[in-house]
Each structure stands twice: as structure tokens, then as C-alpha cells.
């Protein structure tokens, strides 16, 4: 296929929004499966990796296995399979060179407007390159909007009483500094989900002390930072296979561990505090800062690697407070029971901001459409929105293994449409489905921007499958020529 240029006069098939993983995989799959589509990614940031490209705190890393997490088409060969932040983002940008998808990425383009044009029957997209230059405007027949759920230029910051009172910096971990000197300092780090479970461990190594500060504590588990699995077949087998096999086996094992928990969660919440406790000192107070209120799996589980977070607590270089937030201080924080924290630096490691489709919301033929007033159907199209596909992933598991069977089904779409003359594909829902909540998921960041999230239906189609195997079947051999979807 050509190299497209920065100035496109007729219409492209596919404009992908994000150059992260989502979308490399995405344009992975439409050269390989459907290689007659022309396409182009637009990117807003100076670099691709997306999540991997933006945060820059110590320890970031992935809270999946990389056999799981990565693509299925590309063997993940480092040792660790729970992977930090760089090698990730390395492993993003070689599959894009290896298969010369740089040329097709636009750096600095920022997806500003889309607007349905109902009778010429294409996206009619605007971008921004900066805030000096007139806007660049191209068409396409589809999008893929791959550009992740959060908002990239603010995380989620409650403000606290006497904020301003403290003489030290607050830092949120997705703005952080690039020189930050914290070493023999005292760092308060405020929140319990697996930011902070990364970050606490990352610190203690040249902290003076850690004090990771909870209202509700999360369930943590100790993970081999190397796959046991990967290091039995390695040395067996080709990499490709060795590869596969150990992919198949978390894939597995994933699958066991969610279904435990589901099925049995007062066993599972048992079994996961005997395993903190056997990590932990002896008479160490686990009820209180290891036993959440919640049941194992409505809010994702927390990865310590080799059990980093319990190593910095048993060496005395990290601590865990479970109490209120009183206020602020110019010396710390005040806590509800009266005691006081004292910090040099305060992280909030507080969440995230939602920003569904990016922040963008579709307009057709010029009137936006309420994103919360739209249907998914199989999890990657929206009712009201023609030719328009999104990247949502599973929460149970890794996140991209639904991605790469969304890609999948995306180009069998494609090549069905092709091969059918249709130039428009929209979802269609039924006039009796119930809906509900997109995300069945009891984090923060979901709880918080729910309202503003496109919703679900109770039954197949339009529900969000969160199994692997039966997606597998649904999105790899399931009928494209669905009732469900108009074509024109």
C-alpha cells in the first residue's frame, strides 16, 4: 500500500485516533487482513505508545502479564512478563517499524471534530496541529477510535482541606515531574489502587520512608515478575510456540482465578489474605489494611511483582495508614483519628478522569450526539453512529485481549462490506432492550463518569461479553450479516 501523506485530497477507508496499543494492533491487522483499505493513524502526542508514552513515575509498569497483554501476533521476548512502562512502549513502536506502520502516523494531530455527512456518506474529521495553524480538514468512510477512556491533560484530584497550607509539592503520578529529587524524603502516597501499589515500592528504594495513606485498603497479590511457564518452554521450543503456549496458559489462568473469585468470593478473599499474611511480618495488622469491604474481582486485583509492596513494607521502608483525611498541613496531613503524617512530598495517586471516545463527541451532519443515549453492539459499535468502531477492552482480564478480537472482526466487517458493494454499516438496536451501565465495574474512575458513558443491552448482541472463549467464537466465526446491522 502507498504512503499516505500529510495532505489527503479523496477520502481514506479507515482514520484509526491513537497510535497506543489498541491502535497499532488495529492498523496491524487492517494491512494484514485487509490489505485493499487504505488508512492513516492520527496521533495528538509527539511520539506513539499512548498510556506508555505518557506517564513517567517511577515503577510504571503493567498490571498484566505481557503473554496476555501483547499481541498474539508478535511473541513478547523479554523475561519479565510484568513489563515496565519502557520496555512496553519499546515493544509497541518495533511492531510498528517492523511492519512499517511509522509512515502511516501523523504526529501532533489531534483529532478535534467528527461529523457524519449523511449524504456524501463520510466522516468529515478536523484536526489540530497547534494552536498557531488553521485547521487541517480530511474525510474518511470509517473510524477507529482507538484513543483510550481517560483524559491525557488531567488526572482525578479531590481537593482536601488547607491543600495550599503544605510547604512541600503535590504531585499527581500522571503529571509527574521529570527531575523530581526524592531521595531521603518523606512521601506520603494517597490512594490504594495500583498506581499506588506501584508506585510505594519504586520510592522506598531511595526514599527516606513511604506512607501509602488509604481510606479503604485493595486486594493485593504477590506475582513471579517472570512467567514460570514461558521459562519451562523456552528452552523446549521454538520461540513462536513456547510463546503461544504460555499466552494460552494465562489466558487460562486468568479465566480460573476471575471465576474463583466470582464463585466463591468469601474462599477466595480467605486465600488471598493467608497469601498477604505469609509475605508480611509476623502479628502484622492485615484485616485492617489488606481486607477491603468489597468482595475479590469488583474492583480489579493489584499485581506485586516478586511482592515488591510487601518487601518495602517488611524492611520498614514503606508503611500503610488506613484512616480519613482530615486536612492538610503545612507539615503533612491531619488524619480523622487525630494522628498526623509528616511528608516533604505528597502524591495523589487519587485516579483517573474518564474521556470517553477521547473527549470527542460525534456529531452527525453537524448535531452532536449524546454519547449516553448510544447502544454498543458486540462492545465495538455504537447505535446512532454509522461506520464508527471503538476499542474497549475486558477489566476481568487483560484489557487488550478483547482488542485484538475486536480488530479481527472489524476487518471481516470491512471485507464482508466490500465484497457486498455496502459503503454504510450502522447498528440497529431493538425497541425492547433494557439497557445498563457500559462497564460493569466498581472502580472510581467508572463510578464517577457512568452517566456520561455510552450504555450496554441485556441481551446478545448489544451486552458486553467479558469471556475470552466465548468471544473467540463471536468475533473470529459469528455472522457479519446480523439483523442487528443496516447496511446500505
Same mark, same amino acid.
Given at each position: ?34 490489505? !485493499? ?95 498557531? !495553524? ?127 473469585? =466470582? ?120 447505535? =446512532? ?70 450504555? =450496554? ?32
Amino acid at each position: 500500500m502507498e504512503q499516505v501523506s500529510n495532505t489527503i485530497n479523496e477520502p481514506i477507508d479507515v482514520l484509526i485516533i491513537g497510535a497506543g496499543m489498541s491502535g497499532i494492533g488495529a492498523a496491524y491487522h487492517l494491512q494484514t487482513k485487509s490489505p !485493499s483499505r487504505s488508512f492513516i493513524i492520527v496521533e495528538a502526542r509527539a511520539d506513539m505508545g499512548g498510556t506508555w508514552d505518557l506517564f513517567k513515575y517511577p515503577g510504571i509498569r503493567s498490571d498484566s502479564d505481557l503473554y496476555t497483554f501483547g499481541y498474539d501476533f508478535k511473541p513478547w521476548k523479554a523475561e519479565k512478563a510484568i513489563a515496565d512502562g519502557p520496555s512496553i512502549k519499546a515493544y509497541i513502536k518495533e511492531t510498528a517499524q517492523e511492519n512499517n506502520l511509522e509512515e502511516k502516523i501523523w504526529f501532533n494531530h489531534k483529532v478535534i471534530e467528527l461529523n457524519w455527512d449523511s449524504q456524501k456518506k463520510i466522516w468529515r474529521i478536523t484536526l489540530q496541529t497547534n494552536e498557531d !495553524s488553521q485547521p487541517k480538514l480530511i474525510s474518511a468512510r470509517w473510524i477507529f477510535n482507538a484513543s483510550g477512556y481517560y483524559r491525557y491533560d488531567q488526572g482525578y484530584s479531590p481537593s482536601f482541606k488547607n491543600q495550599d497550607a503544605f510547604l512541600g509539592p503535590i504531585i499527581h503520578p500522571q503529571h509527574w515531574p521529570e527531575n523530581l529529587n526524592y531521595a531521603d524524603k518523606k512521601i506520603i502516597v494517597i490512594g490504594s489502587g495500583a498506581t499506588a501499589v506501584t508506585l510505594v515500592p519504586a520510592l522506598a528504594k531511595k526514599a527516606a520512608h513511604v506512607t501509602m495513606l488509604q481510606r479503604t485498603p485493595s486486594y493485593i497479590l504477590p506475582v513471579p515478575e517472570q512467567d514460570p511457564i514461558a521459562r519451562l518452554l523456552r528452552p523446549l521450543l521454538s520461540e513462536k510456540a513456547a510463546f503461544a503456549l504460555t499466552r494460552k496458559f494465562n489466558i487460562a489462568k486468568q479465566k480460573w482465578v476471575y471465576s474463583f473469585c =466470582q464463585r466463591f468470593p468469601k474462599q477466595a478473599r480467605r486465600l488471598i489474605r493467608k497469601f498477604n499474611s505469609d509475605v508480611l511480618p509476623k502479628n502484622y495488622p492485615v484485616d485492617k489494611h489488606f481486607c477491603p469491604p468489597y468482595e475479590p474481582w469488583d474492583q480489579r486485583l493489584c499485581a506485586a511483582p516478586n511482592g515488591d509492596f510487601f518487601k518495602a513494607i517488611s524492611q520498614g521502608a514503606a508503611s500503610i495508614v488506613t484512616d480519613q483525611i482530615d486536612s492538610f498541613s503545612s507539615k503533612g496531613i491531619n488524619l480523622s483519628s487525630g494522628e498526623q503524617i509528616e511528608a516533604d512530598i505528597i502524591i495523589t495517586a487519587t485516579g483517573l478522569n474518564l474521556a470517553p471516545l477521547g473527549g470527542l463527541i460525534p456529531k452527525i451532519n453537524n448535531t452532536p450526539v449524546q454519547l449516553n443515549e448510544c447502544i454498543t453492539y458486540k462492545g465495538m459499535l455504537l447505535s =446512532q453512529l454509522p461506520n464508527f468502531a471503538i476499542a474497549v477492552g475486558y477489566t476481568s482480564s487483560s484489557w487488550t485481549l478483547k482488542i485484538g478480537l475486536l480488530c479481527e472482526y472489524f476487518c471481516r466487517l470491512l471485507n464482508f462490506m466490500e465484497q457486498h458493494d455496502y459503503v454504510v454499516c450502522e447498528a440497529i438496536p431493538d425497541k425492547s432492550l433494557n439497557t445498563m451501565p457500559l462497564m460493569n465495574f466498581g472502580a472510581g474512575y467508572i463510578l464517577r463518569s457512568a452517566e456520561q458513558l455510552p450504555k =450496554q443491552g441485556d441481551k446478545h448482541p448489544w451486552a458486553m461479553s467479558w469471556s475470552y472463549a466465548s468471544d473467540v467464537k463471536i468475533f473470529k466465526k459469528g455472522r457479519i450479516d446480523d439483523p442487528a446491522l443496516k447496511f446500505e
